[in-house]
């Protein structure tokens, strides 16, 4: 069985500039979740989609938003980056059901700012 | 989420148990004791997780304390392959994992 796939592996990209970030959960998962991994902050959560609806959010500005499609793919973007948006963005999917669930991680998207 | 209190790094070597350590008094009741751990440069794996018994599969075993204040994950047979930061979460909503810093482990020939 496939795991997670995220695309692009690497991005770099400018000040002011968006991004799309693309996750593909494991098949039949239903909940992908994407967290931000930096030096300093560690890993973060950013949001869950569970059935095309977001179901929990954390503490990022405006600027992150995500989506998720009806084949559960998700995607997350960020607009109008700035250089502390430079960041390990990793997606997990799950059957999506709460409490005793285990996240199936991708490899992440490398993300750069400059 | 409860917060977990983990040391920095250990030690341990090729072939020893390596037996890592998580505090979290503030756990309440309907909260699990998941671990994971990530190894360089790739996302965090899932290794385990418990509620309130001692749990074993392929990878480690989870020890729990009564109080559920504490618990140890214990690598049987630490190969140079275990080296990786181990996290320790306590949480119930399994989608929304708060990592704290988590353990660096160095397992050494």
């Known amino acids: 069985k496939a795991g997670v796939t995220q695309t692009p592996r690497y991005l770099i990209k400018t000040r002011g500039q968006q991004v799309t970030l693309s996750c593909s959960p494991i098949s039949g998962h239903r909940s992908v979740s994407w967290y931000q991994q930096t030096p300093g902050q560690g890993l973060q959560f950013l949001f869950e989609y569970f059935s095309e609806t977001q179901r929990n959010k954390g503490n990022f500005p405006g600027r992150f938003s995500g989506r998720q499609f009806s084949n559960s793919r998700s995607e997350m973007n960020v607009s109008t980056l700035e250089l502390g948006d430079s960041a390990l963005y990793l997606c997990?999917?799950?059957?999506?059901?709460?409490?005793?669930?285990?996240?199936?991680f991708g490899s992440g998207t490398q993300l750069s700012v400059l | 989420d409860a917060k977990t209190t983990q040391p920095p790094s250990m030690d341990c070597a090729e072939g020893r148990a390596a037996n890592l350590p998580c505090n979290h008094s503030?756990?309440?009741?309907?909260?699990?004791v998941y671990w994971y751990r990530q190894i360089h440069s790739q996302g965090p794996q899932y290794i385990i997780h418990g509620l309130k018994n001692n749990e074993t599969n392929e990878m480690a075993s989870l020890i729990i304390t009564e109080d559920r204040k504490s618990s140890t994950l214990i690598l049987p047979h630490a190969t140079l392959r275990d080296t990786a930061v181990y996290y320790c979460i306590v949480g119930n909503a399994g989608n929304m994992l708060t990592f704290g810093g988590g353990t660096r482990l160095m397992v050494k020939p």
């Open positions: 997990a999917s799950s059957r999506g059901g709460r409490g005793d669930e285990k996240l199936f």
């Open positions: 503030t756990i309440s009741g309907n909260e699990y």
